[in-house]
C-alpha cells in the first residue's frame, strides 16, 4: 500500500512538472513571437520612412524615426510587463496547486494508516476478551487464574472503551456535534480520580503525583477526563515500563497548569508541533510498534481550545517529554 502511494505521487509530481514546464515554455514562446513580431513592424516602418525621406525635413524625419523607436520600446515594455505578470500568477497558482495536492495525498495516506490502526486496535481487545471468555468457559480454572483472565478481560474492555471514546468524541466536537457542558469542577480530584484509575489498570507502573488540592476551574468533566486520560496514556505507552510517570498540578498567576511527565525517549523538535495534528504519527506506519490512532493528542488540542486553554510539549531533563497545560483566567 505504502508502495503504491509512493509511485502515485510520483507519477503526479512527475506530470505536474512537465504541465508547468510546457506552460512556462509556452509563455516564453509567447513573449519572443510578441518581440519578433514588434521588431518586424518596426522594420517595415523604418523601410517606409526611407522611401518618403525625400518628402520630407530633416526635422520630420527625426521626428518620426523617434516615434517609431518609443513605440517599439514601449511594446516591449508591455509585453515584458504582461510576460512578468503572467509568470508570477502562473508560480502564485503553480505553488498552491502543488501544496494543495501534496497535503491531499498526506491526508490521504494519514485516513489510511488510521483506518490500519483502528482496524488492528478494534480487533486486539475484542480477540482478547473473547479469548479469555472462552477459556473460562472450557476450562475449570482455579480461583486465581479467574480473577487474573477477568481482570485481562476488563483492561482490554477498557481499552476499547478508551478508543470508541476517542472516536466519536473527535467525530462530535469536529462536526459540533458534542455540546461542551461546562461547570465548576474539582479538577484536582477529577486528576486523581484519573491518576488512580490508571494505577488499578497499570499495578506495575509507578505514577507519582504532586496536585494541590482543591484546584477548580470550569469546563467539561467528561472532556478533561478524556483529555487527562490520553496523555496518561501516551505517557505510559512511550517510556519504558520501569520508569515513573509524573502528574503535576499548580496554581499560577495567569490560571492553572497541568503537567504529564514521561522518562521515554522523547520528542524531536522537528515533530513537537505536528504531533497535535489529526491522524498524524510519528515514525513510519510499517515499522512502528507502539499502539495507537494518532487521535489522541490531536483532541488534546481541541478539548484545551475548548476550555480557553493552550496546550505544549517540551523536553524531560535528562530524556522524556512534558506535556502541559495551561487553563487561562
Known amino acids: ?3 503504491t502511494n509512493r509511485r502515485k505521487i510520483l507519477r503526479t509530481t512527475l506530470l505536474y512538472w512537465m504541465l508547468l514546464g510546457y506552460v512556462i515554455a509556452a509563455l516564453v514562446w509567447w513573449f519572443i513571437s510578441l518581440e519578433k513580431q514588434n521588431r518586424q513592424l518596426a522594420k517595415e516602418e523604418y523601410e517606409n520612412l ?3 525621406k525625400d518628402s520630407l525635413t530633416a526635422a520630420q524625419l527625426m521626428e518620426k524615426r ?3 523607436e518609443k513605440q517599439q520600446k514601449r511594446n516591449t515594455q508591455k509585453y515584458t510587463a504582461e510576460g512578468v505578470t503572467f509568470f508570477i500568477l502562473i508560480l ?9 495536492v501534496r497535503r491531499q495525498f498526506r491526508l490521504q495516506q494519514q485516513q489510511q494508516n488510521f483506518m490500519m490502526a483502528v482496524t488492528h486496535e478494534l480487533k486486539t481487545p475484542i480477540s482478547v476478551a473473547r479469548l479469555n471468555l472462552e477459556t473460562l468457559q472450557k476450562y475449570n480454572l482455579d480461583p486465581e487464574k479467574q480473577k487474573k483472565l477477568l481482570r485481562n478481560t476488563l483492561d482490554e474492555t477498557a481499552r476499547l472503551n478508551f478508543l470508541t471514546n476517542n472516536i466519536l468524541i473527535s467525530s462530535q466536537l469536529e ?4 455540546k461542551v457542558d461546562k461547570e465548576e469542577l474539582d479538577f484536582s480530584s477529577l486528576l486523581n480520580d484519573c491518576i488512580n484509575d490508571f494505577r488499578k489498570r497499570h499495578p506495575d507502573r509507578p505514577l507519582k503525583e504532586d496536585i494541590e488540592s482543591d484546584v477548580e476551574i470550569t469546563g467539561d468533566a467528561l472532556l478533561l477526563q478524556m483529555m487527562i486520560n490520553n496523555l496518561l496514556e501516551n505517557a505510559i505507552k512511550y517510556s519504558p515500563k520501569e520508569t515513573s510517570v509524573s502528574a503535576v498540578l499548580k496554581r499560577h498567576r ?3 497548569e497541568m503537567q504529564i511527565i514521561d522518562e521515554g525517549r522523547g520528542i524531536p523538535d522537528a515533530e513537537k508541533k505536528k504531533i497535535f495534528s ?5 515514525g513510519n506506519e510499517t515499522t512502528r510498534k507502539a499502539q495507537g490512532t494518532g487521535l489522541g493528542l490531536y483532541l488534546c488540542r481541541k478539548i484545551c481550545k475548548d476550555h480557553n486553554a493552550d496546550i505544549s510539549v517540551t523536553d524531560n531533563t535528562p530524556h522524556g517529554s512534558i506535556f502541559t497545560v495551561v487553563f487561562r483566567v
Open 1 to 3: 500500500m505504502a508502495d
Open 50 to 52: 526611407f522611401h518618403q
Open 66 to 68: 523617434a516615434a517609431i
Open 92 to 100: 502564485v497558482g503553480a505553488s498552491f496547486v502543488y501544496r494543495s
Open 175 to 178: 462536526e459540533k456535534g458534542h
Open 254 to 256: 495567569s490560571g492553572v
Open 278 to 282: 489529526k491522524f498524524y504519527r510519528i
